[in-house]
């Protein structure tokens, strides 16, 4: 059974980075993208950043410049490194992954950001 395991969530200030890690146990075939996601206290689930397998990377407005995703297809293991946190990137931070089978998301980590 796969799973997907989020790790490097935590709190810290303004300001400040984590670096928020994916991955995932279990054989999973023919994956094509690995995400973050993201979702705040009472509002929806939003895409913060992606990344193919082929190394192109997307990101949110709302954090370009300062997160940078990356993947370790070898590893199925997918990063978030994230800088000059604000208090408006507090939320649960879930990774997905794409695969030509089904998507398969990890359970989520906590990230705030205190001003």
């Known amino acids: 059974q796969v799973q997907l395991v989020e790790s490097g969530g935590g709190s810290v200030q303004a300001g400040g980075s984590l670096r928020l890690s994916c991955a995932a146990s279990?054989?999973?075939?023919?994956?094509?993208?690995m995400a973050w996601y993201r979702q705040a206290p009472g509002k929806q689930r939003e895409l913060v950043a992606a990344?193919?397998?082929?190394?192109?990377?997307d990101y949110a407005d709302s954090v370009k410049g300062r997160f940078t995703i990356s993947g370790d297809n070898a590893k199925n293991t997918v990063y978030l490194q994230m800088n000059s946190l604000k208090a408006e990137d507090t939320a649960v931070y879930y990774c997905?992954?794409?695969?030509?089978?089904?998507?398969?998301w990890g359970q989520g980590t906590q990230v705030t950001i205190s001003s």
């Open positions: 279990g054989s999973i075939f023919s994956i094509y993208t």
């Open positions: 997905k992954f794409s695969s030509s089978w089904r998507p398969y």
């Open positions: 990344i193919t397998t082929g190394g192109s990377a």
